[in-house]
């Protein structure tokens, strides 16, 4: 089977990595992309996450200049997540503008709980934006009502919610996509260890809204893809699991 990972952090020095367990041949993208060709992982997505220092437009502005170089070098493997932050609007905007100009259609994943602390409804004028231009938004979850709320609020901009997480987070994700049709979920994160979770996703709402992701570097996506085969989905639902919704989604 092959898969294409959503949820990506690619990075090519280690100072831009989030991996808690970093070792000496994980420098550099070129290695990164061997390890995940050899699950059968054709393609990626993501943004770029750093643990560097600054103030938060300082490091918005890194990590798109290394995604921004790592689409140039790998654009046939890798597809760029755009990094935003509310708390700088103008310059989140044109950071919009300008993804958009070169081909980028994906914003995030965006992690507010990393990047001073706001909500998804702060994004107004953002989503605006990327609901104006066709985009998708690659969300960290953050409270339900925040998620639900911006889910109204932007109806044609779809949001792709990453994590099921335990019983109680799989129930209200459930719920939500049941509620909004623009409510996506990938899997990656706390979720796909628990034995019959992604089947018991896919019963309940179709499979035409779930997404694999990892969450690489820091979870080992080996985990993902086999998680995902254990299940002994219908093919049907495996292929659209894997890479085929992705494929639509980001119109690959």
Request: net charge negative; charged share 25%; glycine share 10%.
């Amino acid at each position: 089977m092959q898969f294409l990972d959503f949820h990506t952090h690619p990075y090519i020095e280690m100072t831009e990595s989030i991996k808690r367990y970093p070792r000496p041949e994980d420098v550099g993208y070129d290695f990164q992309r061997t390890e995940l060709e050899g699950l059968g992982i054709f393609a990626t997505a993501g943004s770029v996450l750093t643990k560097a220092g600054g103030n938060e437009l300082e490091k918005m502005h890194r990590e798109n200049a290394v995604m921004y170089r790592l689409y140039e070098e790998h654009g046939d493997f890798y597809i760029p997540g755009l990094r935003i932050n509310p708390q700088y609007m103008k310059e989140s905007c044109e950071a919009v503008e300008e993804a958009y100009a070169r081909g980028v259609r994906l914003i995030g994943e965006l992690t507010p709980y990393a990047s001073g602390g706001w909500k998804y409804c702060d994004c107004g004028e953002i989503f605006e934006l990327a609901q104006e231009k066709g985009m998708i938004v690659s969300c960290h979850p953050t409270d339900g009502a925040d998620m639900d709320r911006v889910c109204e609020l932007f109806p044609r901009l779809s949001f792709v919610f990453a994590h099921p997480g335990e019983a109680d987070s799989v129930l209200a994700h459930i719920e939500r996509m049941k509620k909004y049709e623009n409510a996506y979920l990938d899997i990656s994160g706390t979720g796909i260890f628990r034995n019959g979770m992604l089947r018991f996703i896919t019963d309940r709402v179709g499979a035409d809204r779930v997404l694999f992701g990892s969450d690489f570097p820091v979870c080992n996506p080996g985990v993902y893809t086999g998680g995902v085969l254990f299940e002994n989905l219908p093919v049907a639902v495996l292929e659209k699991v894997a890479y085929k919704n992705a494929e639509r989604l980001l119109g690959r």
